[in-house]
């Protein structure tokens, strides 16, 4: 199966500005997605990036807020922007594959605190 | 709509107890149904799935069966290890599509 490199791994931010998650794959994939896992709270799709085309964000997801790049096949950033507190989670990618269709692999992750 | 619904933890267990996780869904449709598990500071991996109703899955001793009538996934273990510490998530997806609906994670500890 795929494996994903996320970076940072973890970060303490300040309120009101903007952070960059990159998400490396060691193989060619269509799709990457972008989950959020707030504490104590199920995992939420937040987009999907296709190479080549904008990426399609969930319901209570907008691009000002999230925006999305998809420069090739093996790579992907999410930018969270203008945090505020209640952007401190674990922001995860994941791709399609491994152990058959339909199964997601993830990145380890990205836990991000706002003061 | 689509969910799951998972216990609550942490759970915490002697080692070789016997563990139960308990999952259930809410579907339209019929989704395959997952378990994804979360080794602390790693990415969560598939652990097991089933496709259809009466499925099995298994992995490392885990194992847990589709049961449509009670629309339930109980992921158990006969004797979990120290090793088995981790988050475990219940999920479901359907074949069209790329939708995941992950439970809220069920932390399990395993104590010497």
């Known amino acids: 199966s795929a494996v994903i490199s996320q970076k940072p791994s973890r970060d303490i931010c300040q309120r009101g500005t903007s952070l960059t998650i990159q998400c490396q794959v060691d193989s060619q994939v269509t799709m990457m997605f972008w989950y959020r896992q707030q504490p104590g709270q199920s995992l939420t799709l937040i987009a999907t990036a296709n190479q080549g085309s904008e990426a399609t964000y969930e319901s209570g997801f907008v691009i000002d807020k999230f925006p999305i790049s998809r420069p090739n096949l093996t790579f992907s950033t999410l930018t969270v922007s203008n945090m505020s507190p209640e952007d401190s989670s674990i922001y995860l990618c994941s791709v399609e594959g491994g152990n058959g269709a339909n199964v997601l692999t993830f990145g380890a992750g990205s836990r991000l605190t706002v003061l | 709509g689509n969910s799951v619904t998972q216990m609550e933890g942490p759970v915490t267990l002697s080692e070789e107890a016997f563990l139960t996780i308990n999952c259930t869904y809410t579907a339209t449709g019929y989704p395959s149904l997952f378990w994804y598990v979360q080794y602390p500071g790693e990415g969560l991996q598939l652990l097991l799935k089933?496709?259809?109703?009466?499925d099995k899955g298994s992995n490392k001793g885990f194992e847990a069966t589709y049961r449509k009538e009670t629309t339930s996934f109980h992921l158990e273990k006969g004797s979990v290890q120290v090793s088995d510490s981790a988050v475990y998530f219940c999920a479901l997806s359907f074949n069209t599509g790329n939708q995941f609906y992950f439970g809220t994670g069920t932390s399990l500890t395993v104590i010497p």
């Open positions: 089933a496709t259809k109703a009466d």
